[in-house]
C-alpha cells in the first residue's frame, strides 16, 4: 500500500534559518502530494501541494518540488520565522486510485527568536 | 464560505461511555471523511463516504465506531463504548468530486479516562 515517510522531529531553528523537512514516499500510480500544517490549537491547514512530477508546490515562502525518480516532496523554506512554528505534515493521493490521503507522522519545528 | 465545522470540539468522558461526534462539510462537497490522531502518531485514516454511501471504510478499527452520513449532507462518527485507546484528535475533512484538494476541520479532541 501507500506510504509515507518523513523525518522524525522536533526540529529546532533560530528565526531566519533555513528550513529542510524531508518527505519520501511510496506509492503506484501517480499520486498528487501535500504539505499540511497544524498550529499550535488548530486544524489541519493545506499550505502546499503539487499533482504532477516536476511540480513545484510554494505558499507563505514555503516551497516543495515533487520528484518521481527520488520520490521526495522535501519542504524547504528559506528564513523561517517564530510564527511558523507547528507540525508539519506530508501527504499523498491518489497513488492507488483512492482519494483519501495517506499521512506521513509529522515533524514539530519550533522556531526560537 | 464556512469551511468543515466539527462538533464537539473538545471532550471528556469515561470509558465504557458513548460519544457522538459531528462533521458538517463545506456545503456541495460530496466528499467526505475521518481520520483520527493518536497519542502524537501519524493522522490515519477511517472512512470516506461519498454522498450518503460509505466508499471505503478499511480504516475503520473495530466495530465500536459507528460513522453515518444521513442524506449525505452532516456525518456522525459514533464510538461505543469508548476505551482509553480512543483518546485523540478526530480530523473531519471533505471535497469535491474533481478535485485534489481536501479541506479539513479543527479536529474533534476525545480524551476517554
Known amino acids: 500500500g501507500d506510504s509515507v515517510t518523513q523525518m522524525e522531529g522536533p526540529v529546532t531553528l533560530s528565526e531566519e534559518a533555513f528550513l529542510t523537512i524531508n518527505c519520501t514516499y511510496t506509492a503506484t500510480g501517480y499520486p498528487s502530494l501535500f504539505w499540511y500544517v497544524q498550529y499550535p490549537g488548530e486544524g489541519l491547514q493545506l499550505l502546499l501541494k503539487a499533482t504532477k512530477a516536476d511540480d513545484k508546490g510554494s505558499n507563505k515562502g514555503f516551497e516543495a518540488t515533487y520528484r518521481k525518480e527520488t520520490t521526495s516532496f522535501h519542504l524547504e523554506k528559506g528564513s523561517v520565522q517564530v510564527s511558523d512554528s507547528a507540525v508539519y505534515f506530508c501527504a499523498l493521493s491518489g497513488g492507488t486510485g483512492r482519494r483519501a490521503l495517506t499521512f506521513g507522522s509529522g515533524t514539530r519545528l519550533q522556531v526560537q527568536p | 464560505e464556512a469551511g468543515v465545522t466539527q462538533f464537539p470540539s473538545h471532550s471528556v468522558i469515561e470509558k465504557g461511555q458513548t460519544v457522538t461526534l459531528r462533521c458538517d462539510p463545506i456545503?456541495?462537497?460530496?466528499?467526505l471523511y475521518w481520520y483520527r490522531r493518536v497519542m502524537g502518531k501519524e493522522i490515519k485514516f477511517l472512512l470516506h463516504?461519498?454522498?450518503?454511501?460509505?466508499?471505503?471504510e478499511s480504516g475503520m478499527p473495530n466495530n465500536r465506531f459507528l460513522a453515518e452520513r444521513t442524506g449525505g449532507t452532516y456525518s456522525t462518527l459514533k464510538v461505543q463504548p469508548a476505551e482509553l485507546e480512543d483518546s485523540g484528535v478526530y480530523f473531519c475533512?471533505?471535497?469535491?468530486?474533481?478535485?485534489?484538494?481536501?479541506?479539513f476541520g479543527e479536529g474533534s479532541w476525545l480524551t476517554v479516562v
Open positions: 475533512a471533505s471535497s469535491q468530486p474533481w478535485e485534489t484538494t481536501i479541506y
Open positions: 463516504f461519498v454522498k450518503e454511501s460509505k466508499q471505503d
Open positions: 456545503s456541495g462537497h460530496d466528499n
